[in-house]
């Protein structure tokens, strides 16, 4: 299973970037698609998670301004509008997956980064 992130860059503040994050591999369900952001010297946060139900959650400072969707159960986007300067991190995608019927790990993809500059 291989989670591959896509779509960071280079904006201005109150700018708009939509990341994508697609799941490859063989397994049996995708139980939650999940987006996580790093700036320097930060820990990592949770940004915004969807279910395969499709609940979403968001971080209270994202909130109003991001949006996560699903595409399929594969696919997952985070829409970011209004892009302030502590929006600037590396951006990982995360999936709550399962290979087999009832075992569920955790996959990382590799990081977009994403810099908002004033």
């Known amino acids: 299973v291989q989670l591959q992130a896509s779509g960071g860059g280079l904006v201005q503040v109150g700018g708009s970037l939509r990341l994508s994050c697609a799941a490859s591999?063989?397994?049996?369900?995708?139980?939650?698609m999940f987006w996580y952001r790093q700036a320097p010297g930060k820990q990592r946060e949770l940004v915004a998670g969807?279910?395969?139900?499709?609940?979403t959650n968001y971080g209270d400072s994202v909130k109003g301004r991001f949006t996560i969707s699903r595409e399929n159960a594969k696919m997952v986007y985070l829409q970011m509008n209004n892009l302030k300067p502590e929006d600037t991190a590396v951006y990982y995608c995360?999936?709550?997956?399962?290979?087999?019927?009832?075992?569920?790990?955790?996959?990382w993809g590799q990081g977009t980064q994403v810099t908002v500059s004033s």
């Open positions: 591999g063989i397994f049996f369900s995708v139980n939650g």
């Open positions: 969807i279910t395969s139900g499709d609940r």
């Open positions: 995360n999936s709550k997956i399962a290979p087999v019927p009832g075992s569920t790990y955790d996959y």
